[in-house]
């Protein structure tokens, strides 16, 4: 008797342990099937007759064994699952491996082509004449000068962008890469100093109207330690040069300052700027060049549709040269600079690659210019009465004839790519904006900067191989 007790008590002792299982796996599986509570509901709510009581206890057995449950399957849209971290690191991994044939494919046809020592050949022809230096030494010491009146103010502004421009197209020694780097730090200061003038003629007419002066509270990054400069306490040269070396275009008299310069950070970006830059060079050398040479027959031959093979292969490493540009210009370089600087403001870019229309990317990639576009350009068009359309236009065509500016006079050829891919923008956002919508839109932003904006750079430099080393590449196989 003592041993049935004892078995009779163990039984109980396992039905109870299983029945708090089964009890422990349902409140398990209750957050689970939310999403199909009604159906949950409506059982629960069954009447309990004694049938019902014994199918719900045969039923309690059963859910100590199940598996299964109701849910979505994980790419469903109704799942709400979002961790593709798995499948982004596969697109990378295909990316690289399909890139690394290429890469195989190009050392075997043509070996290694990267010459750090040719990089000197960019900057300068003769070793002992620097023209393209010299320009920007010029403009640091004796271009920057404190005008009074309008008139002078013109004056100096159309002389930083024309003057350069003249000593390029009439330098012979003045190489691409020269010419290019000396017009375009001559443009931002035209564009700092048209800010300059702005600011303080608003603040000129502020005071005169008995306003409040345009000044800025502490900021919340840290600026203890940094006094408000009021109008017209900022005329300095102190202030005025440290404008100029800001990475921003748009001028205030009190801009946000960093507490204190964070050595690991700048170096890090350092380490950026060099290896980046080195990488863009590489590749330009040993993938570029030889395509670009090998494109020039097809193109005397007018040959469609090699023309086309020969542009889609083209923009392939265009794009990724533009891509590692964007990094080392715009997160690297401008990053080092204000860290340098103790500039606060370090939105530089947004997230263009989100782009669902060709707006949004123009005005998400390059914050400095789309700032200084719609503080001095588009918005004092607007307060004159001019309609919203006509000022986009004004936007998109002065944007343009910077690209062409920045293009055509330091290569000494003009063809327009440039102004015409710019000006195009135009209907292609109309047509973005107005057809496509989501995923397909912001495909289409890609599509663009794939095969459009870059193509007529690389017609440019094409143009250049054919007018300068035609000859010497006709008897390169294509």
Known sequence: ??????????KHKRRTTIAGDAAGAQAKRGGAGETLSGQVK??????????????????AGDDAFSCHKLQESLLSSNSGYSNYRGILNWCVV????????????????????VDPIQIISLFLKDPYS???????????????????GTFLHCINLAALLFVPAATVLSVSSMTPVGGVMALGVFTVLFLKLYSYRDVNKWCRESRRAKAR??????????????????????????????????PTLCYELNFPRSP???????????????????????????????????????????????????????????????????????????????????????????????????????????????KWCLRHFYKPML????????????????????HEYLVSVPLKMFRLWAFLGMMAQIPL??????????????????????????????????????????????????
């Open 383 to 402: 307060v004159k009465g001019v309609n919203k359309f006509t000022a986009q236009l004004a936007v998109f065509f002065m944007s343009a004839f910077f």
């Open 42 to 59: 409506e059982k629960e709510q069954r009447h309990e007759t004694p049938a019902n009581k014994h199918k719900s206890h045969s039923d």
């Open 213 to 246: 002066t345009l000044s800025r509270s502490h900021s919340s990054n840290g600026t203890a330690g940094y006094t408000h400069v009021n109008y017209p306490g900022n005329l300095t040269h102190r202030d005025i040069y440290y404008f100029i070396f800001v």
């Open 1 to 10: 008797m003592g041993d049935r007790s004892e078995r009779g008590s163990a």
């Open 94 to 113: 295909m990316l690289v491996l399909s890139n690394a044939r290429l890469v195989l494919e190009n050392l075997i046809k043509y070996g290694i082509l």
């Open 260 to 370: 204190r310069i964070r050595k690991r950070f700048l170096l890090r970006r350092l380490l950026e700027m060099l290896f980046l830059m080195q990488l863009m060079i590489g590749l330009i050398q040993q993938w570029m060049v030889p395509t670009i040479q090998n494109s020039m027959k097809p193109f005397q031959d007018m040959d469609l549709s090699r023309i086309v093979e020969r542009l889609l292969k083209l923009a392939v490493p265009n794009h990724f040269i533009w891509l590692i540009f964007f990094y080392w210009y715009f997160h690297s370089s401008m990053n080092f600079v204000a860290e340098l600087m103790q500039f606060g403001d370090r939105e530089f870019y947004r997230d263009w690659w989100n782009s669902e229309t060709i707006p949004y990317f123009w005005s998400n990639w390059n914050i400095p210019v789309h």
């Open 429 to 478: 956002a109309y047509f973005v904006g107005r057809f496509l919508r989501g995923n397909y839109g912001n495909a289409a932003v890609w599509m663009s900067l794939i095969i459009g904006q870059p193509i007529a750079v690389l017609m440019y430099f094409h143009d250049y191989y054919v007018l300068h080393y035609g000859n010497a590449a006709e008897g390169v196989a294509a």
């Open 130 to 148: 620097w023209p393209a230096l010299c320009l920007i030494i010029g403009m640091i010491s004796g271009t920057i000068s404190e005008c009074t």
